[in-house]
């Protein structure tokens, strides 16, 4: 939020739920997050006892009537709740006043406030029309890939090009929907669009507006005016979806935070930052009609190619249970989840001698080759973790299956005996052979080899690397000594350095 500098509200559910805090959530968004915030309401009653709110604003009580609360009726601030009412609301006008100075010098000089002042309303809807900017109040920018990525102000005109930017794709029953915001210009159904991030052309078959999962069909339609924000309550900052048709969809030429434009210009909105992904889980379909996600940056699917898992990737357990249960819900895949299989390596220890001979006659050309020599661990700060290297003399094996002879070792390293994972750290030293006049080959060389690494690997003593990672945490300042403290009581884990931040936050690099 603070990246893009948009304004925020933060809103409290489930108060009538048994634990509910509001202040204590309050505190954190002060303490944790270092938020500057102040409360607009307060509450009537809590959990069992949750009534209403009392606005801080408009100095009323609004109490939710009915079986669920669809009836909102306003009333007095009840007698029992001034004192609260008027610390509360004092609070608040102090953290107003520090970013309104016509404000603070009313606060100061002990002058009344008014609600007019504070420009506020009850329902949750019209607090984000009354208190966030309306978009048109915020200067918007592109970069104009045609000179260097140079900064253009996007004004709103209906007469200039059109710029919109996709921040949402949805798998619909009528097809990719793709939810874009106009910054500028006018978007006409049938029309061509370019996709500037990757050059492709699309048709634009259908535009629609969204209320809720009803879609209003429009000809066209167009990014916001300079007219005033609350005359034009339904139409600033339109959300609009455009139905891509199948073959743009197969041919991936829409993803979150693309760019489009008309042929006249060739900007591209300043993208989302995506923070890579926490956490991953291993999906096995059990039926092979699954389907993909291209609607979150923040959510990722990958190929293990060592494992063969399908692996997903998000921003914690939650972001990762949802897309599971909308595995089996949406696309009706049934598939098994579980942790992903972790990529171990193998390795020797000392040296040990092959001397291995392939020999095999079929009836016409036979296999003949012979391989001599002994495989090592590499010397300590290698840059590489697999060595060859050719110390024949002479042409006891001419020197044209020599990279047969090597890229035999290099497969047979990939799987070891142990547990059939990766051999790292390794140097294999060729010293002699043999060959024969008609049956020897690339091949027969290359399985020489393979067999003659399985011959001595064990003679080499081998066993399991142990798995090492770089983690990053990142804590308050007050619980650094607590969290040090643990880490070293983990015995084999080491603390590597340790970073604090301007917002007070300390940042510990962990080796496990």
């Given at each position: 939020?603070?990246?893009?500098?948009?304004?925020?509200?933060?809103?409290?559910?489930?108060?009538?739920?048994?634990?509910?805090?509001?202040?204590?959530?309050?505190?954190?968004?002060?303490?944790?997050?270092?938020?500057?915030?102040?409360?607009?309401?307060?509450?009537?009653?809590?959990?069992?006892?949750?009534?209403?709110?009392?606005?801080?604003?408009?100095?009323?009580?609004?109490?939710?009537?009915?079986?669920?609360?669809?009836?909102?009726?306003?009333?007095?601030?009840?007698?029992?709740?001034?004192?609260?009412?008027?610390?509360?609301?004092?609070?608040?006008?102090?953290?107003?006043?520090?970013?309104?100075?016509?404000?603070?010098?009313?606060?100061?000089?002990?002058?009344?406030?008014?609600?007019?002042?504070?420009?506020?309303?009850?329902?949750?809807?019209?607090?984000?029309?009354?208190?966030?900017?309306?978009?048109?109040?915020?200067?918007?920018?592109?970069?104009?890939?045609?000179?260097?990525?140079?900064?253009?102000?996007?004004?709103?005109?209906?007469?200039?090009?059109?710029?919109?930017?996709?921040?949402?794709?949805?798998?619909?029953?009528?097809?990719?929907?793709?939810?874009?915001?106009?910054?500028?210009?006018?978007?006409?159904?049938?029309?061509?669009?370019?996709?500037?991030?990757?050059?492709?052309?699309?048709?634009?078959?259908?535009?629609?507006?969204?209320?809720?999962?009803?879609?209003?069909?429009?000809?066209?339609?167009?990014?916001?005016?300079?007219?005033?924000?609350?005359?034009?309550?339904?139409?600033?900052?339109?959300i609009l979806v455009l139905l891509t048709s199948v073959k743009a969809l197969t041919k991936n030429t829409i993803r979150t935070r693309d760019t489009f434009t008309d042929v006249s210009v060739k900007y591209t909105m300043t993208s989302m930052n995506v923070p890579e992904p926490v956490m991953s889980l291993a999906v096995q379909p059990v039926s092979k009609d699954s389907g993909g996600q291209k609607e979150d940056p923040t959510f990722r699917v990958g190929l293990d190619p060592e494992s063969g898992q399908t692996i997903i990737s998000g921003m914690g357990e939650l972001h990762l249970d949802i897309y599971v249960e909308r595995i089996w819900r949406e696309y009706k895949v049934d598939a098994t989840v579980g942790k992903p299989h972790v990529n171990f390596r193998e390795t020797v220890t000392q040296r040990a001698d092959f001397?291995?001979?392939?020999?095999?006659?079929?009836?016409?050309?036979?296999?003949?080759?012979?391989?001599?020599?002994?495989?090592?661990?590499?010397?300590?700060?290698?840059?590489?973790?697999?060595?060859?290297?050719?110390?024949?003399?002479?042409?006891?094996?001419?020197?044209?299956?020599?990279?047969?002879?090597?890229?035999?070792?290099?497969?047979?390293?990939?799987?070891?005996?142990?547990?059939?994972?990766?051999?790292?750290?390794?140097?294999?030293?060729?010293?002699?052979?043999?060959?024969?006049?008609?049956?020897?080959?690339?091949?027969?060389?290359?399985?020489?080899?393979?067999?003659?690494?399985?011959?001595?690997?064990?003679?080499?003593?081998?066993?399991?690397?142990?798995?090492?990672?770089?983690?990053?945490?990142?804590?308050?300042?007050?619980?650094?000594?607590?969290?040090?403290?643990?880490?070293?009581?983990?015995?084999?884990?080491?603390?590597?350095?340790?970073?604090?931040?301007?917002?007070?936050?300390?940042?510990?690099?962990?080796?496990?």
């Open positions: 939020m603070r990246r893009y500098e948009v304004p925020r509200l933060a809103f409290i559910n489930k108060l009538d739920r048994m634990g509910a805090d509001p202040w204590k959530v309050l505190n954190q968004a002060r303490s944790k997050l270092r938020h500057h915030s102040a409360a607009m309401q307060v509450l009537i009653g809590l959990e069992d006892d949750f009534e209403g709110l009392v606005d801080l604003v408009q100095l009323k009580a609004y109490y939710f009537r009915g079986s669920n609360g669809e009836k909102v009726v306003t009333e007095e601030v009840p007698a029992d709740m001034e004192a609260l009412e008027v610390e509360k609301r004092r609070e608040l006008i102090e953290a107003v006043s520090e970013v309104d100075d016509q404000l603070a010098e009313a606060f100061l000089g002990d002058e009344p406030i008014s609600p007019a002042d504070l420009q506020g309303v009850q329902p949750l809807l019209d607090g984000v029309l009354n208190y966030l900017p309306c978009p048109i109040e915020v200067s918007s920018y592109a970069l104009d890939q045609t000179k260097n990525e140079e900064k253009v102000e996007l004004t709103g005109s209906l007469d200039g090009p059109l710029v919109p930017l996709a921040f949402k794709l949805e798998e619909g029953r009528f097809g990719q929907l793709t939810y874009l915001r106009i910054y500028e210009g006018v978007i006409h159904k049938g029309e061509f669009i370019i996709n500037v991030n990757t050059g492709k052309k699309i048709k634009v078959p259908r535009l629609v507006r969204m209320h809720s999962d009803e879609m209003e069909d429009f000809i066209q339609i167009a990014g916001h005016s300079r007219g005033s924000c609350r005359a034009n309550i339904d139409f600033w900052n339109p001397d291995y001979l392939h020999k095999k006659q079929s009836g016409g050309q036979g296999q003949y080759g012979r391989v001599i020599g002994y495989i090592e661990p590499l010397r300590a700060g290698s840059p590489t973790k697999f060595e060859f290297e050719n110390l024949l003399v002479g042409q006891a094996i001419p020197s044209g299956f020599i990279p047969a002879i090597e890229k035999g070792f290099k497969e047979a390293a990939n799987s070891g005996a142990l547990i059939g994972h990766p051999v790292e750290n390794l140097r294999v030293v060729l010293t002699d052979g043999a060959t024969h006049a008609v049956d020897s080959s690339e091949l027969a060389f290359k399985l020489a080899s393979i067999y003659a690494f399985r011959q001595c690997y064990t003679a080499s003593r081998p066993f399991i690397l142990e798995l090492v990672m770089l983690v990053e945490l990142k804590v308050p300042t007050e619980f650094q000594g607590a969290v040090a403290g643990d880490i070293n009581k983990w015995g084999s884990y080491f603390i590597l350095s340790l970073f604090l931040f301007s917002n007070g936050l300390f940042m510990i690099l962990v080796y496990l």
